[in-house]
């Protein structure tokens, strides 16, 4: 019987490209980006699912038949009439990208308005992944039963993964930014934080303080990310550095350290060791900031 990876956040339709005003049309999403290469990266004695909320409109349809023509289930997704999409647009400027949303009306901000419904998505899984994404798109009782339903995941044997993925401008405040991630995060066995991020949050001063403050609440495996630099994993035992080799070029970063977690993350759950399995998100994320967009051709991982 085929192990379940499930991942929870939000997908959205992607706007990318604008040279001459002409933009390509994809999907992507942190939480999404993940599954697609826990997808690309796990055998095939693994199932991916991705759970969301969807409308019943052309673009829900066809995200959803996008998912299911590279093999991430869609069975559990929730279905919220009258609502869609949410959407991103991307444009260079300066010499760095800029992203501009409409999400206000997106159907994955009431993917957790059913109790019954995440306790399903998740049950009988062995990873369940979400991100910081996926908490501050939700209202706060939803936040609740989004928690609950990891704490029952966890409790019935599945590991739980979160990337604390900061994005202040869809929070209330830092302050309850910092109280929410907080609390997820001390449900989890595996948390990714990004140490540039987290220390104008946090007043971390170092990877090293990122890890420890992760570590004091009781998370089992902390994996630091840096950007370009060095990552850190710490466990109550070890502690590794695994510096990435030097990408060739970098086309765009879009997805780099969401890729990292799938790299990371499927190895781990291939048996590597920390040092392996931090190899291995190094060596994705290599590739594909080497290339457009957050997902690339599984082939080219190879």
Known sequence: MAQRFVSIGECMIEMSGGEDRLYRLGYAGDTLNTAWYMRALLGEDWSVDYFTGLGQDRYSGDIRAFLEANRIGTRHIRTVPERRPGLYMIHQEGGDR??????????????????????????????????????????????????????????????????????????????????????????????????????????????????????ELGVEEVVVKDGPGEALIATATDRVRVAPTPARSVVDATGAGDSFNGGYLSARLAGKSLVEAAEAGHRVAGIVIEHKGALIEPKLLT
């Open 98 to 215: 800029h992203f501009t949303y409409w999400r206000d009306t997106s159907a994955a901000k009431l993917l957790a308005e059913d109790k019954n419904a995440l306790h399903a998505a998740v049950e009988g899984a062995a990873m369940v992944y979400f991100s910081g994404i996926t908490l501050a798109i939700l209202a706060p009782r939803a936040r609740g039963r989004l928690l609950g339903s990891i704490v029952k995941a966890r409790d019935n044997g599945a590991r739980i993964a979160f990337d604390t993925n900061l994005r202040p401008a869809l929070w209330s405040s830092p302050r309850v930014m910092a109280s929410v991630l907080t609390a997820a995060a001390s449900l989890c066995d595996i948390v990714l934080p990004t140490h540039t991020d987290e220390a104008p949050l946090f007043g971390d001063r170092s990877i090293d303080n990122t890890a420890d403050r992760y570590l």
